[in-house]
């Protein structure tokens, strides 16, 4: 039986262990718009399942990620995800968007942090990636910047979607379109 490739999105609450209680971490959660009473989510990461093979049963999902943190460069690399602390969306994907989704997080891998656009979030005037181009230099991002990218470039996500959406919108738009999963 010839299986389509998964991607899975993988998000982390604010209240999350695997989170530092940083000023940095409040001002997300503080940003996030949730009208449910739960915790936003306030960090993406994208999940490559090729041919639907995830992982073994265990506590831990692993695989390879693209996403990025503060103060460091879009990453592309094997990865574990604790079943307990992170929330995954399945999306089932032709080869096509798949090859597409990941050879552009690997294009990206190395770019740096969207430091303008994360600090500026809250204002009206929102720095997309490519804004630092006009400048000469490379994009820059932040975690749901780059998985909203991949995903755009993909054809998962339609064009008009904002490049400057926060972990929580991302995850409140995909989730009627795509699988609750357990990794």
């Known amino acids: 039986m010839n299986t389509m490739p998964q991607l899975q999105l993988c998000f982390v609450r604010a209240d999350s262990e695997i989170l530092d209680p940083s000023m940095l971490n409040r001002?997300?959660?503080?940003m996030a718009k949730n009208?449910?009473?739960q915790?936003?989510?306030?960090?993406?990461?994208?999940l490559f399942v090729p041919n639907g093979r995830g992982a073994n049963g265990g506590a831990d999902v692993v695989g390879e990620a693209c996403s990025i943190v503060y103060g460091a460069g879009v990453h592309l690399e094997r990865k574990r995800f604790s079943r307990r602390q992170w929330v995954f969306r399945s999306?089932?994907?032709?080869d096509e968007e798949y090859d597409r989704i990941y050879d552009?997080?690997?294009q990206h891998r190395g770019e740096q942090f969207n430091y303008m656009g994360y600090f500026?979030?809250?204002s009206p005037l929102k720095i997309s990636p490519h804004f630092y181009t006009a400048l000469g230099m490379q994009p820059r991002w932040f975690c749901s910047q780059i998985v909203t990218a991949a995903l755009k470039h993909g054809g998962i996500l339609d064009e008009n979607v904002s490049s400057c959406v926060h972990p929580n919108e991302l995850y409140n738009m995909v989730r009627l379109n795509t699988m609750a999963d357990c990794g």
């Open 27 to 30: 001002a997300a959660a503080y």
């Open 35 to 37: 009208s449910d009473g």
């Open 39 to 46: 915790p936003p989510y306030i960090h993406v990461e994208l």
């Open 91 to 94: 999306i089932q994907v032709s």
């Open 104 to 106: 552009y997080c690997r």
């Open 120 to 122: 500026l979030f809250w």
